[in-house]
T-cell receptor, first 110, second 115 residues
């Protein structure tokens, strides 16, 4: 089993829709969780951290479910500009680095 | 100017050639990383360095070597390139003290094709 797994998608949604992706992790001792956004052929950029209590930033909400070992990203009122690949990242077993999932591709259509 | 730069941006080479990818940063971060990205596999860590005298293997270091010439420079070498090293390579930096543990700043990437 991979350490961090994501549904690769693509998720095709119309503008204005709400969409959610999950990311599962295998190491129950993982402490830190993050969502990165990567536009086509560009570098990943940190979107938001995922706190135990959840984290909201505008239209984006990230949540952690420790019992089931997954994190989620919810995007409300999708915009065309949200089209990208969303990578989750978890601190590695060694604790000093991040392990990334394979990414979930989102395509928002007019 | 970009804080993390990579050269070259694109490279096509032949099997068996030695290739060096270079990364420079002006962020003043101690920690630097090299990743490769293949479709559907996300970012996989090749090597990382937490300061000039520190070099560590990542998940997929076989076939690669690195050099940390200075705080600002971290180079990745493929001693004898092979076709399955065709990928998009990213350099990244971080400084947990100033921007938190999970914030890594990536360069624009180098697209390497090995024929």
């Amino acid at each position: 089993r991979k350490e961090v797994e994501q549904d690769p998608g693509p998720f095709n949604v119309p503008e204005g829709a709400t969409v959610a992706f999950n990311c599962t992790y295998s190491n129950s001792a993982s402490q830190s969780f993050f969502w990165y956004r990567q536009d086509c052929r560009k570098e990943p950029k940190l979107l938001m951290s995922v706190y135990s209590s959840g984290n909201e930033d505008g239209r984006f909400t990230a949540q952690l479910n420790r019992a089931s070992q997954y994190i989620s990203l919810l995007i409300r009122d999708s915009k065309l500009s949200d089209s990208a690949t969303y990578l989750c990242a978890v601190n590695s077993v060694a604790g000093n680095m991040l392990t990334f999932g394979g990414g979930t591709r989102l395509m928002v259509k007019p | 100017d970009a804080d993390v730069t990579q050269t070259p941006r694109n490279r096509i080479t032949k099997t068996g050639k030695r290739i060096m990818l270079e990364c420079s940063q002006t962020k003043g971060h101690d920690r630097m990383y090299w990743y490769r990205q293949d479709p559907g596999l996300g970012l996989r860590l090749i090597y990382y360095s937490f300061d000039v005298k520190d070099i560590n293997k990542g998940e997929i270091s076989d076939g690669y070597s690195v050099s940390r010439q200075a705080q600002a420079k971290f180079s990745l070498s493929l001693e004898s390139a092979i076709p399955n090293q065709t990928a998009l390579y990213f350099c990244a930096t971080s400084d947990p003290k100033t921007s938190g543990f999970g914030t890594q700043y990536f360069g624009p990437g180098t697209r390497l094709t090995v024929l």
